[in-house]
Structure formats: C-alpha cells, structure tokens
C-alpha cells in the first residue's frame, strides 16, 4: 500500500516514544566549540565570523537596550538553519516542518517583546494601536484592526515556517517519485525532471536558511517597537 506524502511530516517514535526531542537537541552537538588554544581551526573561525556579521546586522536597528536578546537571537538563528538544513537529508526528520514547534517558539517571545514594551514605555506601546491624525469616527475600529493585527504576529511567524518548509518538502517528494516513475517510460523526460529536482533543491536549501532568516529578523522588528 502507498504511503501519503504527509507521511514524513508525522514525529518519527521508537518503541512508543516520541524522538522529536532528540531531533530538536542533536543540532547543538553539531557545533564546534571554540578551542583554549590561541589559534583556532578554520571551521572555528568561519562560525565566529558568520555569527558576528549577523549580529551586527540583526542588531543595527536596535538602541542599546535591545542589544540584550543578542545571544538568544542569534542561537535561535543558528539553531533554525541547522534544523531545516538537516531536515533536508534524506531519512531525516524536520521538527520545523510541525506547527506546534513553530508557535512554541513565536508565541512566549512575541509576547515577551509586547510585555516588555508595556512596561518600559506603555505609552508608546499602545501608541502603536492607533495612528496620529487619525479621524474621531475611525478611532474604535482602527484600534480593533491593529489589536486583531498584534495578535495574529505570532500566528504568522509560525505558520509561515511552517508552510514554506512544508510546501518545499512535498514539491522535492512529488517530483522525486515523478522521476522514479518516468524512468522506465521516458528516460529523457525523467533525467529532465531530475534536472528540475536538482534546481529545486538548491532552491530548498535557499529557503531554509532564509526562512531561518526571516523568523529572526521579524523577532527583532517586533523588539525594535517595543524597546
């Protein structure tokens, strides 16, 4: 019987044990640590260097106070691309590709930049609620959009995660049975889709790691309103 394409999205098990815990910290153990010597190796230094270019830029917008979610940003950061990367070998699992995963992490930081901007400047927080100029009349409704909108940040971080990594894994998976099948029939077709597949690939690790990007990026939008 053939399995659905949705298949590789369900949490993999061992003997009735969820292993998406191992699959979220097995990246960690991936990482180089830095050395106590004075030199460091190569694949040391280029890590070093990737993580202080990305703070400068993720962080440039930011007064001094946002400066404080520096390291937690950038973790997050890393730790999202070497997920979806992973996610992209064969006989792997992406714990990126479950919604619940997404919003666990765009839910408690979303709302740790709005309860931070109501207690250093609430004023200016809820300033955002409703823009200068605006008529008497559109008051109310104005502030109902903009509350709506507040809330539907979190919504979107993880959802857009979610499908962008999704689609991507279903397209690769259709078009790689594609070629399987057309093999046989019409191998110039097939090697023509296998060309597609490739290119797409590329593609998909594109996505990856600006997906990564992305999510982080609107983190620190989020956080630039509210510090």
């Known amino acids: 019987m053939m399995t659905s394409f949705f298949d590789q999205f369900a949490s993999p098990s061992f003997l009735g044990i969820p292993l998406i815990a191992i699959a979220i910290a097995l990246p960690w153990v991936l990482f180089p640590t830095p050395s106590s010597r004075w030199m460091n190796s190569r694949l040391t230094t280029l ?15 930011l007064n001094v106070g946002g400066h404080k979610w520096a390291l937690m940003l950038t973790s997050l950061m890393v730790f999202l691309i070497t997920i979806n990367m992973l996610g992209l070998l064969p006989y792997t699992f992406t714990p990126t590709t479950q919604l619940s995963l997404n919003m666990g992490l765009a839910v408690p930081l979303w709302l740790a930049t709005v309860i931070i901007g109501m207690r250093n400047q609430p004023t200016v927080a809820l300033g955002h609620l409703l823009p200068e100029g605006t008529p008497i009349p559109l008051i109310p409704v104005l502030i109902i959009i903009e509350t709506i909108s507040l809330f539907i940040r979190p919504l979107a971080l993880g959802v857009r995660l979610t499908a962008n990594l999704t689609a991507g894994h279903l397209l690769i998976q259709l078009i790689a049975t594609a070629v399987f099948v057309l093999l046989p029939m019409m191998p110039t077709v097939a090697i023509l889709t296998a060309a597609v597949l490739f290119l797409l690939t590329l593609l998909e690790v594109a996505v990856a790691m600006i997906q990564a990007y992305v999510f982080v990026l609107l983190l620190s939008l989020y956080m630039q309103e509210n510090v």
């Not at 890590?47 to 917008?61: D, E, G, K, S």
């Open 47 to 61: 890590q070093a260097w990737f993580i202080n270019r990305f703070t400068n830029q993720l962080l440039m917008p």
